[in-house]
């Protein structure tokens, strides 16, 4: 079963309660150790990772500031942000209506996985990459409205995860 690690600033503990009723995945909270502790950005990345989870975050700048920090072998990380059209920060609600709404239109999303991807989901597209050689990039961008939205990034996912 795929275990999603979210970290600090996403730590809603009904919706977090609600997702491990459902029974498809198992969803942790940021460890109480680690909160309020002032850790940077990239200890607590390294933190979140050691712990063996998909780390889940709303801090999009993550990746692109700290990309040396960012491990070429990871269990994954997902970045929730709202698209660039839209200029509003990001509530627990809106947060909550993005990961729902990739749920439901990967099927599957419960029992792919995540290992070595970076995926970044907004309320419009999902966007697959992953950091090789020293460098992320991002070489797979799909719009939830396209018909092979699913299957694209599946595979995208699946390629990664093999890659070792």
């Known amino acids: 079963?795929?275990?999603?690690?979210?970290?600090?600033n996403i730590d809603y503990k009904a919706y977090i309660k609600r997702c491990n009723q459902e029974g498809f995945a198992v969803v942790k909270r940021f460890p109480k150790d680690l909160k309020n502790t002032g850790f940077p950005d990239p200890e607590v990345l390294?933190?979140?990772?050691?712990?063996?989870?998909?780390?889940?975050?709303?801090?999009?700048?993550?990746?692109?500031?700290h990309e040396p920090d960012v491990p070429e072998k990871s269990p994954g990380i997902i970045i929730i942000q709202h698209s660039p059209k839209i200029p509003y920060t990001m509530t627990q609600k809106s947060a909550e209506k993005i990961i729902e709404q990739f749920k439901k239109r990967i099927?599957?999303?419960?029992?792919?996985?995540?290992a070595n991807s970076i995926v970044r989901i907004t309320d419009e597209s999902i966007t697959v990459g992953r950091k090789k050689e020293n460098v992320v990039?991002?070489?797979?961008?799909?719009?939830?409205?396209?018909?092979?939205?699913?299957d694209e990034i599946r595979q995208r996912l699946n390629d990664n995860a093999a890659d070792n």
């Open 1 to 8: 079963m795929t275990i999603f690690q979210f970290d600090e």
């Open 107 to 114: 099927s599957d999303w419960h029992k792919l996985s995540y």
């Open 137 to 150: 990039t991002y070489n797979c961008y799909k719009e939830l409205s396209e018909q092979d939205c699913e």
């Open 46 to 65: 390294k933190r979140c990772l050691l712990l063996g989870g998909v780390l889940v975050t709303l801090d999009h700048h993550m990746i692109d500031d």
